[in-house]
Each structure stands twice: as C-alpha cells, then as structure tokens.
C-alpha cells in the first residue's frame, strides 16, 4: 500500500521518479505526488487521481533537479484529496517526506507539536510526523555535518507504527534518507546515483544491485556513500544483492492488460516453480531452502498454513493437498485472525505463511508471532529479499517473476503448484510409495502443458463473458479441493467487476444462499472430481431447479449430461494434485472479460492495492 520512489544523482530526477511510481502504481493509486529539490528550493506537484495525470503536470512544467522523492498514494488518514497526497513538507518548509505506512501515536504528537505553535494542513498522520522531523531538526546543532540524519533518526524512536520513508531536506540539498519499519525500502545502487523504492520494480529499469533495508535501519545517501544504520545508532554494513528479474518481466508487452498476460504467463510461472526442484530419480521433490531436516519435518505432527485473500485460499487447497499425500494434519487461518488469537499450537507444529508480496503487514505479524513462540516457520513467497521471505526460518521461493495486475493469477496457481510439491515431498517422506511418487512427479510435470491447453479455452469463455456480463449476482459452488477454488473464482470476479460473488461448498448451499438462486443469480459450479461427480450432479439439479441458469466446470472424462447445464467449460484430464490449478484458469479468463466488458479498470481495480502493508 503506497508506493515511495527517491532519487539522488547526476540525472533529471523528475522522469526517473514518475517512471519509478508508474512502476508502483499497484500499491495504491488514489493521488500521486512529487517534490524536487534544486539550489535549495523545493518544487512540489500533487495530483488526485493517477499517476498519469501527475506526470503530465510534472513533466510539461519543467520540474526539473536531481535530487528527489514521490508517492502514489493508497489513502489510511484522510481523504482523498490533493491536500493529502504526498510528498508532504513541514511547516517551515524545509523538510519534505514520502511515506508508506500508519502512524499509531500521531493524534499525541500532533497535540505536542500544536502546542510547540505547529498547524497542519492535512488530515494525514504523515504530515504529522515530517513536522517532527522538523521540530528535531532545528533542535540539532547547526553546523553537524549529520544533522539531518540524525534528526531523522532522533524522530524515529517517538514515532509508533509502521513507515517505509524517503525524506530530503531544502538545506542539505546532496542527501537524501531512508528509513523503515514494517514497510518495505530497498535502496537501489547505480551509476552515479542511488535511489530509494517500497519495491524493486521501480529500480529496476536502473539497477539490479540493491540493499534491502530491515526494520529499525536508516540509510543516507549523500555525495556518492551510502551510510547505513539504526535508530539506536549501530553502524552497518549494507549488503549489496542482485535482483535476478529483468525490467522486460514487468512490461505490458502486446497485452492490453497485466492481469491477461500473467494469466498466459501461467505456463512459464510453474515451469519455474518446479526447477531444479525434483530428485534425480524423479520420484520426490526438493527444496533448497527449507532449512529444516527430513528428521524435523518427521516430526511435524501438525501444520499450520496462513495468509490474507487469495493466497489464503492457496491454503485451504494445501489443508486438502497435504492432508490427502502426506497425512499430516493440517489448519488454516487468516493472518490477520490469527496474530490476535493467541490459538494453542501444539509443540510440534509446523507453521507455514504463503505470500505473493512477502510484505503484507497481517502475514509478517503472524510469522513473527509464530517465531515469538518458538515455532518453525517456512514462507512460500514470490518476491526474493522480501521482508517474509528474510525473517522466515526457510522457505520455497515462487519465482513466478514479478505479478503487476492486482488480482492475483499467477502468483496464485504458482503457490498452488508448490503446495502440491510439497504435499509429494512430505509424503515421500512417510507413506507414499515410490511408484506413487514417480506418478506424481509426472502429473507435476505435465502441469505447464496442461494449463497452456486450458488457456485455449480463452475464445470460449469470451463469448461466454458477453451473455454473463450483466448479472448482478454470482454464486460459485465446489466441492473439497474445488471449494477453495469456488472461493477464489467469486473473489477475482467481485474484485474486478464489482459484481456480487460468493463461493460456497455445493452441498452447504441448501443450508442458506440457495435463497439466493433465481433467474438473476447464475451458479457455476466446479464439478471435477470423477469420486462426487454424481453429488455435484444433485446439486446442479436443485440451483436448476429453481430456475438458475448454471454454468458447469468439468473435465473432459466427466461431462455434465446433455442439455443440463447452461453453458460448460471442459477442462483436460489432470492427476489430482494438479487439479486445482487447472480449474482456476477459467476462473480467471472468465472474470477478465466480464471485467474488461463491464469496462472496469482491471488492473487497478477501485479502493483495492496489491501489497496490504497496512492493518
Ligand atoms: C486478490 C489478491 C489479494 C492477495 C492478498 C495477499 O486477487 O491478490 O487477496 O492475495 O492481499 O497478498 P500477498 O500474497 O502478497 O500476501
């Protein structure tokens, strides 16, 4: 949520920042904003609304200098207004900030700083706290060559809440600070130059040396040196790390939107997944950085899977995965429930968070929280160097490159694919037989091929978009392993379309939404298990029955009988652990073009932003 982009150098900061926020847009685009700093005055550009707009404001009014910082915004405190928007400057008009994150005490410190003959001209929490910055400043000795650093540092440790920031300040106009706490900073190392972002997409085009900065940790860059420390003033040494994506991964290409091309990219992404990751004898997998023996994980009698949103649904199809290989018990919870719930784990628990972003605010908590009581935890991430994947015991790295569109399609069916790896590597590590592994190996395998097959369904779906894309409501059903996919089918659909959509297990729908079911309210029903094909068959009949127009997802052994169902969606033939996968992707294309029909903004869907580092 919100994205920061600084820059400092011998370069025209103002394209290099708008093409930086551009690149964040994702996080949050509710208003966008820029400052530039040049012979010590400061040049400030705010716009509601997109970055685009911003842009055309900066660029067409000569703003120009090399030293400088902006946001795009996702709105905690205070509207959205230009007001509001980022950079935002302190009173005096020397310090200016972008920040990403939520200030708890600043409602005491604003008090502080009024009665101090401080006033405020937004409603946000950050203006509060670059007035502090502010306020620290002028208490510093004047002619400290550190002054400014340290009266950012000085700040720091009054202020409660999270910041990811990038602050400069009109009279030391060759530096420019960083700081973080539960927002994500990255300091990208050029030529000649150093830029500061929340995430390295927008350095990229740049750079690929970065440092990823921790919690507690501040940066100045000044004069060509980066001076990395924390707020209790230890001195670091950063440690330089190359990104291993190129800036083409995240460009639109002949796509007209990023959520169709990672939709498409589904193939590549689980081709990736599974590199370098099956034994040489091809019945089991590997992962190199677990960080937990075969003996621990032995042990493990209980995992415990959690997350926000769709990566949450990613492990409910885990609880079924891993339960059905590998037989071991498995929970899941919301990362956000969870962190409050001080739920009893029994001592040989494995806990286990998934994570696209691997910054979302509630997931961290709730690692940390496991961490805290001594249990092990493993992340299944898709972002190397975020901050879930650094604080992890061990992990599974996606490398599903870089996911743009909000909604979230390739990240998801990627994490599904590891979770079927490491349902197998579990497994193989208790009953299942090596024949049985060699099969699943080649079930895996074949996934990538299976999915591009299913992408051809891409026509059809389509049309059928057009004749669906008017309803008002939409119930998904699923049984087992297709109920979390039921879920994520009616999550991509309402967050994109704005329609009303709820996923359901089939059978619960007798016991409430079926009030629901009429001529306005179609179903579509996941009904692709060969074992309960003839119980979804019922339940296809009682929505039918009440005059639904029903849309059926089945595989190609398994058809819906002639003239049951309204419209069918025929998937391939798949060995069970990929199923989920393979049935996602008419949930996706589906929700794309009524989305796109609807005429809604499909990759910045309203109010939504991709990584939540906010509560
Ligand atoms: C929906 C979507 C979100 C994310 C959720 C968690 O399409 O993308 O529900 O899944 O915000 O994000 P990560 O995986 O980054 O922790």
Request: charged share 25%; glycine share 8%.
């Amino acid at each position: 949520m919100c994205g920061i982009v600084g820059y400092i150098g011998n370069r025209d900061a103002t394209p290099i920042l708008i093409e930086g926020l551009k690149r964040l847009e994702y996080r949050g685009y509710d208003s966008a904003g820029v400052a530039i700093l040049k012979n010590g005055n400061l040049n400030l550009k705010k716009q509601k609304g997109r970055v685009a707009e911003l842009s055309r404001k900066a660029l067409n009014n000569g703003m120009s200098g090399s030293l400088g910082i902006s946001h795009t915004r996702w709105a905690t405190h205070g509207g959205v207004t230009e007001e509001n928007a980022h950079p935002h400057v302190s009173q005096d008009g020397k310090i200016a900030m972008a920040h990403n994150g939520v200030i708890e005490n600043y409602v005491s410190i604003k008090k502080f700083l009024e009665s101090k003959g401080y006033s405020f001209y937004s409603e946000t929490d950050s203006e509060v706290f670059v007035n502090l910055i502010a306020y620290h400043y002028e208490k510093e000795d004047e002619d400290s060559p550190t002054r400014f650093f340290d009266s950012v540092r000085k700040c720091l440790r009054h202020i409660e809440g999270t910041y990811g920031i990038a602050v400069m300040c009109t009279e030391c106009p060759n530096e420019l600070v960083g700081a973080r706490k539960g927002s994500p900073l990255i300091v990208g190392i050029g030529d000649e130059e150093f830029l500061i972002a929340s995430d390295v997409s927008a350095l990229i085009s740049r750079t690929s040396n970065v440092v990823y900065l921790n919690d507690g940790e501040l940066v100045s860059l000044k004069n060509g040196k980066l001076n990395l420390r924390t707020t209790d003033e230890e001195d670091l040494e950063p440690e330089i790390q190359k990104v291993d994506w190129e800036i083409q991964d995240s460009e639109l290409g002949d796509y007209e939107h990023y959520m169709l091309k990672e939709i498409f990219e589904q193939p590549t992404a689980l081709e990736n997944a599974m590199r370098g990751r099956f034994t040489d004898d091809s019945s089991t997998a590997k992962f190199g950085g677990l960080n937990v023996s075969a003996q621990e994980l032995r042990q493990v009698d209980r995992i415990l899977f959690c997350a926000c949103g769709t990566a949450w649904h990613a492990c409910l199809v885990a609880e079924y995965l891993v339960e059905r290989y590998a037989r071991i018990p498995v929970e899941v919870e919301y990362a956000s429930e969870f962190r409050y719930r001080n739920a009893p784990l029994d001592k040989h628990t494995l806990v286990i968070v998934i994570s696209q972003s691997g910054e979302t605010i509630d997931t961290l908590a709730a690692l940390r929280e496991s961490k805290r009581k001594g249990y092990k935890t493993l992340a299944i991430n898709n972002s190397v160097g975020s901050t879930i994947a650094r604080e992890s015991d061990g992990g599974i790295y996606q490398h599903a490159g870089p996911e743009i569109g909000v909604a979230s399609t390739k990240a998801f069916t990627s994490q599904l694919h590891i979770i079927s790896m490491l349902a197998l590597y579990l497994g193989r590590l208790r009953d299942m037989s090596y024949q049985d592994g060699v099969e699943y190996v080649e079930a895996l395998k074949k996934a990538p091929e299976l999915v591009a097959d299913a992408l051809k369904l891409n026509d059809q779906i389509e049309e059928m978009a057009a004749k669906y894309k008017d309803m008002q409501d939409c119930l998904f059903l699923g049984r087992q392993d297709m109920f979390p996919i039921a879920l994520e089918g009616a999550l991509k659909l309402k967050e994109i379309s704005y329609i009303h959509a709820e996923g359901y297990p089939a059978a619960e729908m007798k016991h409430g939404p079926i009030a629901l079911i009429g001529n306005e309210c179609p179903a579509i029903v996941l009904a692709t298990q060969p074992d309960i094909h003839t119980k979804l068959l019922s339940n296809i009949q009682e929505v039918k029955a009440r005059g639904a127009s029903v849309i059926s997802v089945v595989n190609q052994s398994n058809p819906m009988p002639e003239g049951l169902v309204d419209d069918q969606i025929v998937i391939p033939d798949c060995h069970r652990s990929i199923l989920p996968t393979l049935a996602s992707i008419p949930m996706q294309l589906l929700s794309y073009h009524i989305a796109k029909m609807r005429g809604c903004d499909v990759d910045k869907p309203r109010n939504l932003a991709k990584s939540v580092t906010v509560e």
